[in-house]
Each structure stands twice: as structure tokens, then as C-alpha cells.
């Protein structure tokens, strides 16, 4: 059974930092790129980081670049994104997102919440 469960996320104050991990199972995870998207109230779903499957290339949005991380690690199956320097309108729900030519898996989410 396909599995994407993201872990990590909550209330952090601006300027804080959090790391969300997305645990993988059920698929074969080294040949998917994985990414992170966020979704705040009312508004769409956006891509925020992309990882190869070797992990040798990444992709940020341009506004998270130079505060987020994405890595993965192929053999805990795991995606990591590594958040700094948080800002209230990095507030919302964060996905994990695998993807193989036209296939693409999602977990459930994590509500990431950036607030004094």
C-alpha cells in the first residue's frame, strides 16, 4: 500500500525554524522525485521544493530560497524539508508529493502555523 506520511509540522514563532519529513512506503522511492507544496487558506496548492531521485538537484520557489532545504534520504525512504527563517505567510498545510513520468502519489499534510 502506497504511503506518504508527512511529519514535522506546527506553531513556531517568526523567525523560528521547523524540519518536516515525509516518510515513504509501498512504492519504489529512489526512482520517484519528490516535492514539497503548501497550501494556505483559500489559495492554491504550490510547488515550494523539488529533489531528483539522486538527490544531486533541487528546485526552490523563489520565495522560500536561501530559508528551506529539501534532501532525501534513498534509504529511509524519507524527504526532508529543513525551514529557517520562517515568516507568517509561510503559514499553511505542507505536502509530500512523489512523482515518476505521470504518476504522482501525496500524503495527507502537515499544518505548518508561523505566528508571534
Known amino acids: 500500500q502506497v504511503q506518504l506520511v508527512e511529519s514535522g509540522g506546527g506553531l513556531v514563532q517568526p523567525g523560528g525554524s521547523l524540519r518536516l519529513a515525509c516518510a515513504a512506503s509501498?512504492?519504489?522511492?529512489?526512482?520517484?522525485?519528490m516535492s514539497w507544496y503548501r497550501q494556505a487558506p483559500g489559495k492554491e496548492r504550490d510547488l515550494v521544493a523539488t529533489?531528483?531521485?539522486?538527490?544531486?538537484?533541487?528546485y526552490y520557489a523563489e520565495s522560500v530560497k536561501g530559508r528551506f532545504t529539501i534532501s532525501r534520504d534513498n534509504a529511509r525512504t524519507t524527504v526532508y524539508l529543513e525551514m529557517n527563517s520562517l515568516k507568517p505567510e509561510d503559514t499553511a498545510v505542507y505536502y509530500c508529493?512523489?512523482?515518476?513520468?505521470?504518476?504522482?502519489?501525496w500524503g495527507r499534510g502537515t499544518q505548518v502555523t508561523v505566528s508571534s
Open positions: 529533489i531528483t531521485t539522486s538527490g544531486d538537484n533541487t
Open positions: 508529493n512523489a512523482r515518476f513520468i505521470n504518476i504522482d502519489k
Open positions: 509501498g512504492f519504489p522511492f529512489s526512482n520517484y522525485a
